[in-house]
Structures are given as C-alpha cells and as structure tokens.
C-alpha cells in the first residue's frame, strides 16, 4: 500500500517494473566468518541490542528506529515491531536505558509530512509499515523495504560516515525528511540547527538532553542528486528559509520527480560541521555503496577472524561470532580523523595523541567485556584508557557511565577504576602510570555516591545512602584493584589505605544469617531482612538481591570463604544459590532475569559466581554450572539473551566462558578455568601470536577437565594466567563425562587472590 504517493497505482507500477534498480542481493550474503553473525539475536526478549550498520568501535550505529513503546525499545529497534520512523545515525547496544537515536532520516514520496506519526495511527504522519521477510541483516549492510512508499533503503557505514542508498519507485514527488526533533526514548532536543550549503548539502546539529545531559552531535549530508532543502520550524513551513535555529526542526530535501536512486553519506562529528565533512572526505569520497560495504565487511572479518573454532554445532558458532560483533561496537569512537574530540568540559580539543572513545558502560563492561578487550584489542587498550584519563581531568572523576560528551553518573560505583588497574597490572604501554594512578586515588576518594562515608567509618550507613551494601562491595572491589597497583608501583603507604579499605566488605557481614545486609548509622542491622526481596533502584543492592550479592568480593575470595568458617559452608550456601526459590515482590528489579535458582545471568553482579568453586577446591562444580548457563541462557534466537546484552559484557561473559576461562577479580591478570564449548579455541592476541585451547573429547556429555597440559607440559591450575596466553602457546585440557574432583583441588592450584 503506498498510501503517500500521488501517481495513481497502474502507471507507478509499470513505472517501477521498467526503471527501479533492485537491491544487489550479494550485498546482504554473508561468506566466511561472518556467515556465522547474525544481528538479529537480542533484538527481541528484553536483549536490547542494535540492529543496522557499524563499522567496529565506529562513531556510527546507522539502522531503524521505531516508536519507543518502552523498556524493550532502548536501542530504538524491536523485532516485535514493524513500523519503522526513520534510520538514526547513533543508536545504544544492549542499554537498560534509552538514549540517541538522533538524525532520523527518512526518504518519502508523495505528500509532505514532517512528523512520524502515531503507533496507533502511522498513517498520520510520514512513518511507514514494513515487513521482516523483506528486511536484510550483515555487520556492514541493511536493507529494508518500506511498504508505504515502496521504497527499498540499503545502509552501510564507516567508523565516522553513514552511507544511506535509497531507490524509489516510478515518477512523483520524492523527498528526504531529516528530523532533528525526535530521538529515542528520554531524549529530548535542546537545540538543533539546519541549512542547506549548497545543492547537494545539507548540514546542522543537534543538541540535546536525556540520559546523556550535554549531547551535542554535527553532521554533514552530501546527496548524490540536487536537493532543494524546505525547512520545518515547530513543524511549519519557512517560506524561503535555507537556514533556522530552534529546538523542533526539520529539513526535507526535495528531490527531481525523475530520481531513481539516491545516495546520500552522512558524516558526523563532536566536534563541527565542518569536521563532519572533513570526516567524509578522509574515510569515503567517492559514491561506491558496494565498496563500501565490501571494505567495513573486511573491517569486521579481520576483527571476528582474531578467534577461531573447531567443533561444536552451527547455533554455538552463531552465537559466539555475533557475540564477538556485539562486544566490538562499542565503546564508540569519539574524535574526527584529526584527532579532535569534545571533552568531559563542554569544550572542544585538539588531538591528544590517542583515539578518544566514549559509551563507557562500566558497571557492566568491567567484569568481562573489558578483560576481553586486554587479549583481542590490546592495540586499543591504551587509548580507551587515556580517554578515562582525559575524562578525569576534564571532569574530576573517572568515568562512570560516560555517554557522548557527558557522564550520566548512573549506576554504582566507578569501575572504570579496575579498568585502569587492569592496564597497570598487565603492563600496557602508551599509558602514564603515576597519572593514572592518581586518577584512581583521587577518585576513589572523592565523595561520589557515599564514598565520603568511608573516610569516617567503614561502611556506608544503610539509613543514609540508598543501595549501600551494592555501594560497599563495589567500592571494596575497586579499593582492591588499587592495592594491585599500588603493590606493583611501589606505592606502599597507599598500599596499606587502599588495603584496609578493600575490607571493609566484611562490615555488612552478618554471621547469623550468613548474608551481606544494610546497616544503620547507629551500627544495627536494617529491619525487616527478606534475602530474596527486591525494590528496583530502592533497597540496599543494585538490580539484585540479599542472594546474589552474598559473592561480590571478587578480590577477596578467601576472604569470603573465611566469613563462612569453613570452605564446606561456603560451598554449602553456593549450592543453595541455583537452588532456593522465593518471593522477590510486586517492585521487583526487571533487571533480575536469566534466573537459576536465585542465580541470575541475566544482570551482571553474579557473573563471576559459578567460578568461586574453584576456589574451594571444587572446579567441577564451575565446569557443570558454565555449561549450563552456556546451553540455557545463550541461543541463537532474537530473544537469545537472557537480558540485557549491556554494551558487549552479556557476550563477552559466552565469549571467554565458551575459550573456557574467565576474570573472576577483573583486574589481576589471572583467568579460571571452567568448560570450553569447542573442542578447540585459537584467539590471536598482540604480536600475532596464537593460544589455542584444545579441549580433546569435548562433548556435551564430556564437560569434566580430567587433566590439563601447558605447552606440553602437566598444568594442575584451576586457573591461567594473562601473561601465558598472550606469550603464545597452547592449553591442551582432556575432557570426560564424569569429574575428576582432584584437578584443581590442592591449594596450590587453586586461584590466587594476588
């Protein structure tokens, strides 16, 4: 039904049938490695992940966006949806929250309309019904056909350009509406620009505040057709108009009635319009879509072909390659080619000297995503850090949760600090330590979210600071990851503060119940106590429950075990957590999914949980409980996460758990042991060296190490070290039905807390 257009229906289809190109289906045929990406995975279910074009790490997320209609539209796109509202230039991957979806550009025909439309009623404004049996997916190409005007649109994008091709059907009226109004979700336009530069130019800005506070983005649009801009100003005309300023703008690019296909690049900036053009010329100048596709699909194969698997089945292979592509699209490049960025300060800078990044989901990223980074980006490492480094300066802490030019402060804790500890630790180059290390310091000491309360006390009081005990764990975590590098800098006396901080976990201990809970300033106990009882965003955790924070204290696992009185005890509790059921109440976190037990992969404080066994003696226990979550929270489905992907850590926990090792203390360079899921695993890490992990026997019936061997020789560790793999090598484990309760068990072999 092409409800818009003004050519009656018999001559537009003998029209189209004679002139319209049709899509090059090539173009969406995946060969090779990322035969094995499939971007629809997460997009349904509560996964919340981008749909369209990126380059890796890339400045641009170009794809769909549909009506936000809540929760499950936090990166604009669902694929319960089919009413499509434009296609934006940046969108969010896998967030609990909503954010961007700024530049909606959307090709129409017939009347002019300038705002989306309804849900109820799409009729009603410009957006347009599509269907996803002719909806085409790729890393680097998208394709979607929009019913309402039978017009097909192709997408790819390099790191800082948006390359849109649109063919249109038969004769009439043609046009590109560009809303700089709408965006997704909580976002609102502040300030928007338009005007038309010359004939085939059209640029702007957008600012705007939502999630992100002070987001300000430029773009440059070169159309391969003349264009004659009108510009919409609170949704009406401004006769004559090649330039306004105001918050609800609106440019439509008037095309001749004759256009077939139309091409349009879209660069992007922080920084300037011009930079945004600048941008365009640096990374494709001329018009050639199909090459475009072809060069960022190279980009992503060389970035996916850093791992590479043998065994297992084609729904595991699926699953691990688009996890890999979900952790590499972010964070975000945040710099023009030449280096300039705008700052944590609201100002402008020249080129620092490293590539800037920004989508920093920390709280999340932490855990997995960013020890990821440190094996297959270890090229990118030093400049993400420095970035953190640049924020601190600019704003005064490091990093929580930055987002395009500013920090939404959102979530607990500021677990950019194990990040840095991390690059410390593992030696990574490029990197001033003494600045980063008083970034740490600094920050940590700062009075952010009742950490002031720790310069007087050792815990932070329940009565005064909403979500303490999850404030409190994640504070002595990062403590913890500064004691590394203080040992390893030689920082003694801030070896000793950090230290006794980092245990102060033990003060929401409660022996009795054998839970961490609240405490009031007065040092009591918070009444009534419920371990399995939730209040999103409004109790003593974060996301979770009295049950699922019992384990953060990933940087003192003996310590914990300790809390217990015996390894027994301990063991005892940590198999009642995938067992016990209870009541979380009516105000319960949405986050708390993926549940087993009141084990819950579905958010991110427990994913280091089914690794402690180890440290018990019990790695077999982590090995089940791995392949379990492996096979159960993790298909190859468009609802197959079990919640939120959170910016690539979601996949990057399948990622390292499938290689058969993860970071339980993220930043102390040691990984422990658990299943593989191939038989075997080669990554590619700095140097161009290899390590393989060859798991001999390995089926789903064999999940058990019966024994381990390290570049040839006997390894009895329940655990391995960054320094071994990135030296190269291969990890030979032998693998059977039934657990060897003895690999790992002797406390030698067990994992290291330093």
């Known amino acids: 039904m092409l409800r818009h257009t003004i050519i009656p229906l018999l001559v537009l289809a003998g029209t189209a049938a004679a002139q319209a190109r049709t899509p090059d289906p090539s173009l969406a045929r995946q060969e090779g490695i990322l035969q094995w990406v499939d971007t629809r995975i997460g997009t349904s279910g509560h996964g919340h992940t981008f749909m369209g074009v990126a380059a890796p790490f890339g400045a641009v997320q170009l794809g769909p966006n549909n009506f936000n209609k809540g929760w499950d539209w936090c990166s604009g796109y669902h694929n319960s949806d089919s009413i499509c509202v434009g296609f934006a230039h940046l969108h969010l991957n896998g967030t609990g929250c909503s954010d961007t979806g700024d530049l909606l550009f959307m090709p129409t025909t017939g009347e002019i309309r300038v705002t989306p439309g309804s849900q109820e009623n799409p009729d009603s404004g410009y957006a347009s019904r599509y269907s996803h049996q002719r909806e085409a997916t790729a890393p680097a190409y998208y394709r979607l056909h929009l019913d309402d005007y039978g017009i097909d649109v192709e ?17 009439g009226q043609k046009q590109v509406v560009i809303n700089l109004f709408d965006a997704n979700g909580d976002d609102r336009a502040t300030e928007t620009f338009i005007e038309q530069q010359d004939n085939h130019t059209v640029r702007g800005y957008r600012c705007s505040s939502g999630w992100s506070k002070q987001q300000r983005i430029y773009f440059t649009a070169r159309f391969s057709e003349p264009v004659t801009l009108g510009i919409y100003k609170d949704d009406k005309l401004a006769a004559g108009s090649s330039v306004e300023r105001g918050i609800n703008l609106k440019g439509v690019a008037r095309l001749d009635d004759s256009a077939r296909e139309v091409l349009v690049k879209v660069g992007i900036s922080p920084v300037s319009m011009a930079g945004a053009a600048r941008n365009i010329d640096c990374e494709f100048p001329d018009w050639d879509f199909a090459a475009a596709v072809r060069a960022t699909s190279r980009k992503w194969e060389r970035e996916l072909g850093k791992v590479a698997v043998k065994g297992s089945d084609d729904a595991a292979r699926r699953i691990l390659y688009t996890g890999l592509y979900h952790a590499f699209l972010q964070p975000n490049l945040f710099n023009d080619c030449d280096g300039a960025y705008r700052g944590a300060d609201g100002k402008n800078h020249e080129d620092p000297g490293h590539e800037t990044y920004t989508v920093f989901s920390l709280w999340d990223t932490y855990r997995a995503a960013h020890p990821l980074y440190t094996l297959l980006q270890p090229e990118r490492v030093p400049d993400m850090v420095n970035t953190m480094l640049d924020i601190y300066d600019e704003q005064g802490y490091l990093p929580v949760w930055h987002l395009y030019g500013s920090d939404t402060r959102e979530m607990i804790g500021i677990q950019s600090v194990p990040v840095v500890a991390d690059a410390v630790m593992k030696g990574f180059p490029g990197i001033d330590y003494d600045r980063a290390f008083e970034a740490m310091k600094r920050s940590m000491l700062s009075d952010y979210k009742g950490l002031a309360w720790l310069r007087t006390q050792d815990y932070i009081p329940s009565d005064k600071e909403g979500e303490s005990v999850a404030k409190g764990l994640e504070y002595a975590l990062a403590d913890g990851s500064i004691v590394l590098a203080a040992e390893k800098l030689g920082r003694e006396e801030d070896a000793r503060l950090f230290g006794r901080r980092a245990r102060f976990y033990t003060s929401y201990w409660d022996p009795e119940t054998r839970f961490f809970r609240g405490r009031n300033l007065n040092g009591s106990f918070r009444e009534p106590f419920d371990p399995f009882h939730s209040t999103h965003r409004n109790d003593d ?6 049950w699922q924070y019992i384990w953060l204290v990933p940087h003192d696992v003996r ?21 016990v059921e209870g009541d979380m109440g009516e105000q319960a976190s949405g986050d708390i999914s993926g549940l087993i037990g009141q084990y819950a992969h579905g958010n991110e404080p ?26 159960e929270m993790y298909t190859d489905r468009p609802n197959g996460l079990a919640g939120n992907e959170d910016c690539g850590q979601m996949s990057s926990w399948y990622v390292l758990s499938a290689m058969g090792f993860y970071p339980v203390n993220p930043s102390l360079g040691i990984y422990v042991l658990g299943s593989p899921k191939f038989s075997e695993m080669t990554i590619r890490t700095e140097n161009g060296k290899k390590f393989t992990v060859k798991a001999e026997g390995n089926s789903e019936r064999n999940i058990y190490i019966q024994s381990a061997e390290l570049n040839g020789k006997p390894y009895p560790y329940a655990y391995i070290r960054h320094s071994d ?10 693998m059977g039905p039934q657990p060897n309760r003895e690999f790992g068990a002797a406390p030698e072999h067990r994992p290291a807390d330093r």
């Open 606 to 631: 427990g994913h280091h949980t089914v690794y402690l066994y180890a440290y018990a003696g019990q790695q077999w226990k982590t090995a089940r409980m791995v392949r379990r979550i492996l096979n």
């Open 541 to 546: 955790y974060c996301e979770g429950t009295g």
């Open 725 to 734: 793999i990135v030296k190269g090598g291969t990890l030979r484990l032998t």
């Open 155 to 171: 997408l790819t994008a390099t790191e800082r350009v948006g390359f849109h091709r649109y063919t249109f059907p038969g004769e």
């Open 559 to 579: 310590g914990l075990i300790s809390l217990f009185g015996s390894e027994e005890a301990f063991t005892e509790k940590l198999d009642r957590l995938f067992t």
